[in-house]
């Protein structure tokens, strides 16, 4: 069935037995880490997990309803928490909805899926499965989040100043939080003692240098820009940056990406609607307005942005394995990115 925020939260504080599974999937991954983290907690304190991943029941999908319906050893109650890029754990799903038995509620984070994914269609038509969409949140909504995460910690923060931090963290709400949580012991605040932030206190703590290194490299990449890619990615060996980073912070740019696409619906002047976007703040990173306005015009489909994303996340999965580095998987992948965008764009 169908739900939202408000319902999981509300489920934080009075969960249901008869929901055997917790799908939390969209475009806002903080948002989805948070919102799983309101539910848990309604879960009880000591509560004991299991960890699953989707390559793990892609190869055994009888896994996940034998978890659901096991006791743990000392007879605790617990609960199963899968991370799925896609596909992958859809048989899963269906032999555990369709299970005899199920004790352990499952926690399902699915960032890379939409509502038109098969397992998103499974979860919203069960009866004990309850399935709630994210989005990421525009500058101004992500504005007011900052705003709330230094309210919390003691922190007055004007709106340009929430902006620009909004900005840099890219409306990832776990690194706002750990912005805030850096603002706050460097000020010395608290609720009890609050503090306003400076734009001298953001700048002495911004961590986002490294990301400000990668950020040319990435709008090289995803604008089909095949000049520029090649002395970028000079520049990226020579500097040392880091690769695994790197794709992370594009996954990051192509869903503030994806978001806009959205925004923009059927736009014919691209172009235009970028500058717009860019004077109200409403655009931030990913380069210049040229830059924007090819990255949309080379991804702004829905089945493109996708299988961009779905690519990216197969890239880093493989990154991490590669030996003796990734380096060379990482440009193989830029460069074939870039041309796909050059041919669209």
Do not use: C
Request: net charge neutral.
């Amino acid at each position: 069935m169908k739900a939202d925020a408000a319902a999981i939260r509300a489920l934080a504080r009075k969960p249901r037995p008869d929901i055997r599974l917790y799908l939390i999937f969209g475009t806002d991954d903080g948002g989805n880490a948070a919102l799983a983290g309101e539910l848990i907690a309604g879960f009880g304190k000591g509560i004991e997990r299991t960890d699953l991943d989707g390559s793990q029941l892609s190869r055994d999908p009888s896994l996940l309803p034998a978890e659901a319906a096991s006791m743990s050893l000392f007879g605790d109650t617990r609960y199963i928490r899968v991370t799925t890029s896609g596909e992958e754990s859809l048989a899963a799903v269906e032999a555990l909805l369709a299970a005899d038995k199920a004790i352990n509620p499952v926690v399902m984070l699915a960032s890379g899926i939409s509502e038109k994914s098969r397992i998103a269609k499974l979860a919203l038509a069960a009866p004990n499965a309850m399935a709630v969409q994210t989005k990421l949140p525009g500058p101004d909504d992500m504005a007011r989040i900052v705003a709330e995460l230094g309210r919390e910690a003691g922190l007055t923060i004007e709106p340009d100043l929430a902006h620009v931090i909004a900005g840099f963290t890219a409306a990832d709400r776990r690194l706002a939080a750990q912005e805030i949580e850096k603002l706050s012991l460097y000020l010395d605040a608290s609720p009890q003692d609050p503090k306003a932030v400076t734009r001298e206190a953001i700048t002495a703590l911004r961590a986002d240098a490294e990301d400000d290194a990668m950020q040319p490299i990435i709008s090289a990449a995803l604008s089909g820009d095949l000049r520029r890619l090649p002395e970028e990615l000079k520049r990226m060996r020579e500097q040392a940056v880091s690769e695994v980073g790197l794709v992370i912070v594009m996954q990051r740019q192509v869903m503030q990406l994806a978001a806009a696409a959205q925004r923009m619906g059927s736009a014919r002047d691209i172009g235009g609607w970028v500058t717009q976007e860019m004077r109200s703040r409403r655009l931030w990173g990913g380069g210049s307005a040229q830059d924007w306005t090819r990255q949309l015009r080379a991804w702004g489909r829905p089945q493109h942005m996708a299988r961009l994303i779905e690519r990216l996340l197969t890239l880093q999965q493989a990154m991490m394995r590669a030996t003796p580095g990734p380096a060379l998987l990482l440009e193989q992948e830029l460069l074939e990115i870039a041309r796909v965008a050059a041919r669209a764009s």
